[in-house]
């Protein structure tokens, strides 16, 4: 099973999702599998909450565009 963000590309981990965020969104996070959780990502605040803000606004989109298969 995986996660769809349109039908050529498929979101089958935590790493697909955050290579995902960063090559369309340009948000960089980092996937948990890196800490030993293989469902989870870290994310900085390390920027303006203008930028904060529309990074959110993007991923909400993102993960409300997603079809699970």
């Known amino acids: 099973k995986a996660f769809t963000a349109d039908k050529s590309v498929t979101?089958?981990?935590?790493?697909?999702?955050c290579a995902h965020l960063?090559?369309?969104?340009?948000?960089?996070?980092?996937?948990?599998s890196e800490f030993g959780d293989e469902f989870g990502m870290r994310v900085s605040y390390a920027s303006s909450i203008e930028a904060i803000a529309h990074?959110?606004?993007?991923?909400?989109?993102?993960?409300?565009?997603?079809?699970?298969?």
């Open 11 to 17: 979101l089958a981990s935590v790493d697909d999702f």
């Open 22 to 32: 960063l090559q369309h969104l340009h948000v960089a996070v980092v996937p948990g």
């Open 55 to 69: 990074a959110m606004d993007g991923m909400e989109n993102l993960l409300e565009s997603l079809i699970f298969e």
